[in-house]
């Protein structure tokens, strides 16, 4: 599902979704509900791997837990998605190549 998709089921604006996945805006519980709902997944879903209120400092393989590749992925983000599609295809022929 796109962004574009996903806000129109929750009846947002696409940027609105991108603000929530990059950080930028922090998601209100309503919110958070409708989105679950629009997925098709449970509330408790957004809070795997939570434990005692706060999440463990470091989970094998959480490639988040860098900044520079979180840096990354908001940068990645906040481009048009034709540039996306671009930027996503050079870095899976870069990788295949590796």
């Known amino acids: 599902m796109t962004q574009q998709q996903l806000a129109d089921r929750v009846g947002i604006k696409f940027q609105q979704i991108q603000k929530y996945e990059t950080g930028m ?8 509900w409708d989105i679950a709902r629009a ?3 449970p ?19 959480d490639i988040f837990a860098d900044r520079e590749a979180l840096q990354l992925v908001r940068a ?3 481009m048009p ?10 870095a899976r022929v870069l990788s295949a190549a590796a």
Request: proline share 0%.
């Open 43 to 61: 509330v408790s879903f957004f809070f795997e791997g939570l434990q005692d209120g706060a999440a463990s400092d470091f989970v094998e393989g």
């Open 81 to 90: 998605e034709a540039q996306r599609r671009q930027i996503f295809e050079l």
């Open 76 to 78: 990645y983000y906040a």
């Open 39 to 41: 997925l098709d997944v």
């Open 25 to 32: 805006n922090r998601v209100s519980a309503s919110r958070l």
